[in-house]
């Protein structure tokens, strides 16, 4: 999915899950993480960019353990405060990025197990009008829900 794509659809699922304009902000901040750290695809060999493109970074198992050393950091004895912010954004950061893989998987293949095991399937092209109207009616149906459970 184009980075718009992956932060609309983000942050509405986020918002619409937990009504917090912050959490939102981090989990948008997120879904555009895995492959921010892969580099840019037009600066330097677009081709080497290609072969690395969803491969560690897009390891759910990565985001998972992240999310849980921080929820084992937060109930040490040293930690016996109420979730810090550092923890919260922590937190949401991963969030934003395993639903950046999940909408990626919706239009190729990602990692699952390990980082070369990938599945997924190919409902649109990236950039295709097809992917506007999956993020479209994937934020009605959240918008739907919403309205729904209130």
């Known amino acids: 999915m184009k980075w718009v794509n992956h932060q609309v659809l ?8 937990t009504d917090d304009m912050l959490l939102t902000i981090y989990s948008m901040a997120g879904a ?7 580099g840019n695809p037009r600066s330097g060999n677009y081709w ?13 198992i990565l985001y998972l353990g992240i999310i849980g050393l921080i929820l084992h950091w937060e109930t040490q004895p040293l930690a016996n405060l109420p979730m810090t912010d550092l923890s919260r954004i922590g937190i949401f950061l991963c969030v934003g990025a395993l639903l950046h893989i999940a909408e990626d998987a919706v239009c190729g293949k990602v990692p699952f197990l390990t980082p070369y095991q ?27 829900l919403r309205t729904y459970m209130a």
Request: include cysteine; hydrophobic fraction near 45%.
């Open 10 to 17: 983000t942050g509405v699922i986020v918002y619409a899950a």
């Open 32 to 38: 555009i993480l895995p492959d921010k750290v892969e």
């Open 48 to 60: 080497r960019w290609r072969s690395r493109h969803r491969g560690w970074s897009h390891w759910p």
């Open 118 to 144: 990938k599945i997924g399937i190919r409902l649109f092209q990236v950039g295709s009008v097809a992917e506007y109207l999956f993020t479209i009616a994937a934020v009605l149906l959240c918008y739907g």
